[in-house]
């Protein structure tokens, strides 16, 4: 249960089976630094090329192909006076006849104050001079390495998490996810002062933070896909396109999370479900879209053993 | 600015230029019994047939072509103690590889507690015992006739609405719908207790309600998608299948909107959306899906004149 | 058996209940005109609106809903030495950020020798100075009216056809619609000099022809989607967004139509299918996309009864 | 031009930047023997595990990323006396309700006949007795190493190629896959003795085969997308889903070639496509599907240059 700080000298753009720089037990903290999705740090210098460069991997001690990695976002910690997202909704957000209608794609800084914990636009076009936003800071891509030997580029994301842009996965949530390696191999990366639901300008506010997670292994957990748990809800993901896909994938792994945990069948899991299941998407950006399938858990049955 | 009671002797299961029953004023209100989906009344007495069979049209007089129709939907009282779902999740709305174990697909009832406004099974299975829900009611098919002829049937949506049990759709909020013919030719039906988003049962709790809706002309207010607003956001809808174009469908008219109604340049509109927007799952059971783009009222910039 | 030449004097834009301007009998042949997709005929003159007018239709006695219509192609002439596509490939059948680099939207003449059976761009860009092309008519939308009181625009298609734009619809072919009111209601328009797979321009070479028909009526034939049959090959089609489900629908279709018509079990059918179908692109331009499953007559079994 | 036996004693499930077990030169004509589907040899000895087991990689000395790999199908002889496929259309290939109708999925043998060049189920059910198709070989799955470290399990994918299941794969056939690391990484299994379009079963019918390919290096020709060649066609590839895009991704590619390579403007490849453009659909089974845009040679200006 140690409290670690681990400060990578390699980052990598793949979820893979790269070799790990930090090894920690079963329930210990790591605090790491990130850096933005162009690879720059806290202090503005480039230290690794994008996509969302992640840090070297933790490899967790005990964590077996079978088990489900879990992380517990404690805190992040903004590192940076400046964030910076595109200007212009993505093509593929939009009907195919607006696109032509689209500003030039060009990046753009948002100012962070870290006292007030809010953002604006450090030139905001005309109309705009009025948004300041409290920040709401999130992690873009995080996961283990992927089973069968694969390795994906950390523009997307799959069964083993990834850059899936989910403005839930924040301090306070709890993730779970399938270890398909010894060790687990986990890496993050991408932090977001804030983003809207879709990640629809192909951003979140793109910045710097230190990041606070406790690691753990639930043993003998199969999972199929990443999980979590805020303060109020449960939620499932799926990740794929198209959107109703990854939808399906994260309602076909909730229908199994109440089956096999909460003792209902699985007509009692689709009454429930039917009356009660939110639909958050994660991303609508990146190759693989993201979609949570949330449950509050005021609605939930008493967790069966 | 009338107070007026309809009571249809004619229910029609398409939206399209049906002879109009009731003829009011811009600015009238509206009380009306709905039938359940199955055209089944508050007494238990089938009065017409499936899908979802909404009343003969209200031509509100003065309302042309290029109006929106504005409804405001000031209450929903729920007329029968009981309501019905279906067993088992829709087919398409889980993995291929899950559905054979699906449940048999039947009809439920639910008892509906019409002072405490709550709802429950009323033979649960194993483990839902405990479940009772608070009556969160919403209309699952509404809109007016569209253009060029078309009618659609009410088992499907379009620019001109019809079912897409979206569950904001309820008491407080107010929805435009694009005028295509004369007297817009507003119909409504497929009241719903409560619904989970996306309807993924291919139901909500299905009963009868008394309704009652202000209806007004907003003159010369173009509109390509239903529009909505609640206490606190402006959403954007938009009816398609995949849900991807469902989205892109919906995020186009809310860019629209911030650009006409707002003042903000394409660009200030992508900033706000960006960081701001929230997407909502109307339904994702029937032809079409449906999906609302959503933005808190608080972060809009003031309405441009 | 009669053979009749049916001028018609209206035209409309959507397959709904409209009233037919022609009866004829099971197994008569029919001879009509068709304007261009722009309504434009013949000679030049403007006889109706866009999109796709069709004839008003034809009634044929006995048809009833539960049969089916059987349409054969026997002659497609064209009737103009001109023609007319887009210029430029439609938004959503390439990337979505390959589409600022689509060439400006127009109209362009295409020469029709009527002789020679050819068409030439009247002014090709650098280049394609080379390219004659034969002609290979086709019909790009017709239909019957569909179900339950619905209209649609011809623009799109639905189970009772409609525009489905799939280069296989031309002399030789034979159609078979689910009837879904009395007399059928048969319309046809949007004829084609040549078209390529999918509609990519949003168009074929548009045109007019005189078009002759034999339509009877298959008793009983209950089908859920259009089906065909030319001189070499079956086909199922399916119309919907996206192009996967289209292709379910026809794909489903094939294995009903092998199980009831030939005798074949689902795991038959299945081993059949799998080895020897061929998917045909109709279009992936309009609202509904079409697909066709398609199996080489030679590899069908003899035909059950 | 050497030509080279390769006998592979590794085998890998993914395509990545595996130690290659065989060099040669540009040029070169490689002789290799596949497994099937499951990792089973000619003789029925298991040598690797599923999906698609392919060779450990061949180097092509001097191919270095920028380049395309040329391989050229130019010969695949059965090696086995069976192939095998399973029951049953996949369940994402007809519609979500009528899942449930399909037999239980199970593999089945089929005979192939290796003098006549002919293939037939072993026990076949009622009514496909008849049934004796003629050989078509394919190869399923063959591909280079993709780019940024990735590496794809061979049930899928992606612009390197991998699990294509395209049925114009075969002998006679030339294809070029972008080169992403130094000596490209190509391999190859999968081997199909014919396979309808889409592979809905799930398989071709899957067996061994003795492949020869002349492998040679396209210097500098940035490709995005696999690219081929047949007697009488060009096609371009794209995989993804939905289908959609990945016809999208092959449209936008072959508008591409015709410019940079024939000559043409946008517009001008714009009313090519349009008017002669075919699509094959390659898989609809696998992660990604594929859809090939292919253009007869006879419609093409003279190659530019």
């Known amino acids: 249960m140690a409290l670690h700080r ?11 089976q790269h070799e790990p720089e930090f090894h920690c037990q079963d329930g210990d903290t790591v605090i790491i630094d ?17 996509p969302n460069p992640v ?3 933790i490899f967790i001690e005990g964590a077996e192909p079978g088990d489900a990695l879990c992380v517990e976002i404690l805190r992040m910690t903004p590192t940076r006076g400046t964030g910076w ?14 696109i032509a209608s689209l500003p030039p794609r060009e990046m753009v800084t948002w100012l962070i104050d870290r006292q007030m914990l ?17 920040l709401d800071p999130m992690i873009g891509c995080f996961g283990v390495a992927p089973a069968l030997g694969q390795a994906f580029s950390n523009a997307t994301s799959a069964e083993n998490g990834g850059n899936m842009d989910y403005r839930r996965f924040g301090p306070g949530t709890t993730v779970w996810f399938p270890v398909a390696v ?23 506010i793109e910045t710097t933070f230190e990041i606070e997670v406790r690691l753990s292994i639930a043993k003998g957990r199969k999972l199929v896909w990443p999980r979590g748990e805020t303060a109020d809800d449960i939620f ?10 990854a939808l399906q994938h994260a309602t076909t792994d909730m229908m199994n999370w109440l089956i096999a945990d909460y003792g209902l069948s699985s007509a009692g899991a689709s009454h429930l479900m039917g009356q009660v299941v939110r639909y958050d998407v994660g991303n609508v950006f990146d190759p693989a879209y993201t979609m949570a399938c949330r449950i509050p858990k005021k609605w939930l049955p008493p967790k069966a053993v």
Chains 1, 2, 3, 4 share one sequence.
């Open 118 to 134: 809010t953002t604006r636009l450090e030139n905001p076009p005309a109309g705009l001079e009025y948004l300041t936003l409290p």
């Open 85 to 98: 997202t595109f200007t212009g909704l993505a093509a593929n957000v939009i009907d195919p006849g607006a």
């Open 236 to 245: 499932s993901i799926g990740n794929a396109r198209p959107l109703d896909q």
């Open 34 to 50: 990130t850096l933005d999705a162009f690879g720059v740090d806290k202090d503005g210098i480039s230290r690794a090329s994008s």
């Open 6 to 16: 681990f400060v990578p000298t390699r980052w990598h753009n793949t979820l893979g």
């Open 182 to 204: 010894p060790g687990a191999l986990f890496s993050l990366g991408d932090g977001h002062a804030i983003q809207g639901d879709g990640e629809i300008v192909g951003t979140g």
């Open 55 to 57: 840090n070297a991997p």
